[in-house]
């Protein structure tokens, strides 16, 4: 599934070739995505100009002076930049063509991404209004996790990887930053001191960040045949290493399972 570091990594290949051009034809294969595809989208795009392409949380944002397409990559989606026409493969559910002969086209084979077309203010919108803030921004800081975890008996690692608190920590980063700031994912949210929430909003932001870093190096080929932006190589430290040892301590990382997912951390770093 597109994490947040892969979806800003889209984000940053795409926005050269598509921003400041304007859309020219929109070719729907496939409506029926998670939701339908607007049937008046092409309507709706063509002579618009893109003015930014930004990503709240793991959605992407093609804003124009007349509304807001939005993207989701659900669970197997990405995106293609076609300098030249290409015929269209299997699960090449929709292009969006623009002035100059570029294409973006969305690949989907499980079909649970979207293309939604928002006419007001993006933010308000009910898929982005209720979200917490985004983990590389200011708003992101130790105090904001410890007055939101306040009272709170639910383990830390579901709770930072709830979107209303804050967006994009899947379950590899959140396992990765708790590590990082030597805590228990299952101990409780309300229990865990200012201190080491800020040690915490930190890990956070250096695991995404880390993530992004690794993923640029996949820009280069964005716009080839076969660009299909792969998962980070990213050194993981406990996710996936169960049984092996710990880089810090030497101790055998533990796998447990906590709110349904899998979860990695070593019971001598983490308190
Ligand atoms: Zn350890």
Redesign the pocket.
Known sequence: MPELPEVETIRCGIEPFIKGRQVSRVVVRTPRLRWPIPVDLASQMCGRTVQDVERRAKYLLLRTEAGTLLIHLGMSGYLRVLEQPQAPGKHDHADIEFSGGICLRLNDVRRFGALLWLDGDPAQHPLLAGLGPEPLSEELTGDYLYQRSRGRRLAVKPFIMDSKVVVGVGNIYASEALFRAGIDPARAAGRISLVRYRRLAEAIRQVLREAITAGGTTLRDFSDQDGRPGYFAQQLQVYGRGGEP?S??G?AIVKIQLGQRSTYF?R??QR
Do not use: G, H, I
């Open positions: 710990c810090v301590c101790q070593c001598q770093c």
